[in-house]
């Protein structure tokens, strides 16, 4: 059956005395259970507190369902889809709210909630890698960019064997950092650009390519001899991958000298490649990593005492790429005792001298 005049809101008042109502007297046969903890009538005709029906009461869970039967278990009436709500005192429904089935189902708030929170670190990830990447210059191709990009492996390969200077002094750096080239050097991009050849007078003959100070570790790097310029560039390095290389990409000049400090502390060893173009430049500097690249290194060249002890310890070098060209400053102390993280003063100032004829060209 229905049940006429339901409440119509949360704390509403239905009406009461009509006839089918609230405040009607309860249908005979009572109300069916009113929800955990209530108590109904008793004492009615069909009531909680009379003798159950013949065939007894059925399922009075969630979802309840019932037919009134008669003796034999004949169906009486239509199927009840739940039961009605229970009356209190004075006509009033219970206190508390009326059962309605089954406790609701979680909603999937906390999964949407979820899945938003997780797109937005995802995205502010994304975001900030972006940002990240781009105060860092990008991905590393610098010739339109503003900030050079690293590229070399600090700790890399050990000393080898063998007397610098000649074939068999196959030595690499133990901390390696080259730079990219970036929009400052756009002038020297190609050779076709600048297609002058580079001399020894050229590159050496500054004040500031003969000696660099570093003022704050108390080191001054000073240039022994005049330096040397070939113009078979694979004779100056070792490795078949890096003189393969250097043939690819189109080398003309190699220049090479020796530095010393002015305290006999440590030793320096230069080079500058002139390339085809700073993509080979680029990517030079990335095959010398001893570790990234491992195809090889340049030859020091020898020289009196202490250059002749060069290469007997750790030794680290500092350069990049400046345009089509290639410069790399490398160093290691005269004793040998210094680790090669120790070397990036040295090795720094030597690559500084040896770059300072490309600020004329450019």
């Known amino acids: 059956m229905s049940y006429p005049y339901p409440p119509t809101g949360p704390g509403e008042q239905p009406p009461g005395g009509q006839p089918g109502g609230w405040g009607a007297a309860p249908p005979p046969g009572g109300y069916g259970p009113s929800g ?100 860092r210059g990008g991905s590393g191709d610098k010739t339109s960019g503003a900030t050079p990009a690293a590229v070399g492996t600090p700790g890399a390969g050990q000393t080898g064997a063998g007397q610098p200077g000649s074939a068999s002094g196959q030595y690499k750096p133990g901390y390696y950092d080259a730079t990219k080239s970036w929009s400052l050097w756009n002038n020297l991009n190609t050779a076709s650009q600048d297609s002058r050849p580079m001399s020894l007078e050229e590159v050496f003959g500054g004040a500031e390519a003969k000696a660099q100070t570093n003022n704050t570790d108390h080191i001054t790097m000073q240039l022994q001899g005049n330096g040397r310029l070939d113009t078979d560039c694979a004779s100056t390095v070792w490795g078949s991958g890096l003189k393969t290389a250097l043939q690819s990409y189109g080398c003309t000049q190699a220049i090479r000298a020796a530095y010393v400090s002015s305290d006999q502390r440590w030793i320096g060893q230069l080079v500058i490649f002139n390339l085809r173009d700073v993509n080979a430049a680029n990517t030079l500097i990335q095959d010398m990593d001893p570790e990234a690249g491992n195809k090889g290194f340049f030859l020091p060249v020898s020289g009196p005492s202490p250059v002749d002890r060069f290469g007997k310890g750790s030794t680290g070098a500092s350069g990049g790429a400046y345009g089509h060209y290639v410069v790399i400053g490398w160093a290691g102390s005269a004793n040998g005792s210094e680790s090669s993280s120790g070397t990036i003063a040295p090795g720094s100032l030597v690559e500084r001298a040896g770059k300072t004829f490309l600020f004329s060209r450019n």
């Open 36 to 135: 955990p903890g209530e108590q109904p009538p008793g004492g009615q005709p069909g009531g909680w507190g009379a003798a159950p029906p013949p065939g007894g009461y059925g399922p009075s869970g969630p979802g309840w369902q019932h037919q009134e039967t008669m003796a034999g278990g004949v169906p009486m009436g239509p199927p009840q889809m739940m039961p009605p709500p229970p009356m209190g005192p004075m006509g009033q429904p219970p206190m508390g709210p009326l059962p309605m089935g089954p406790p609701p189902k979680k909603g999937n708030g906390a999964v949407v909630f979820a899945a938003i929170a997780t797109a937005v670190v995802v995205v502010g990830g994304v975001l900030g890698g972006a940002y990240y990447a781009a105060s």
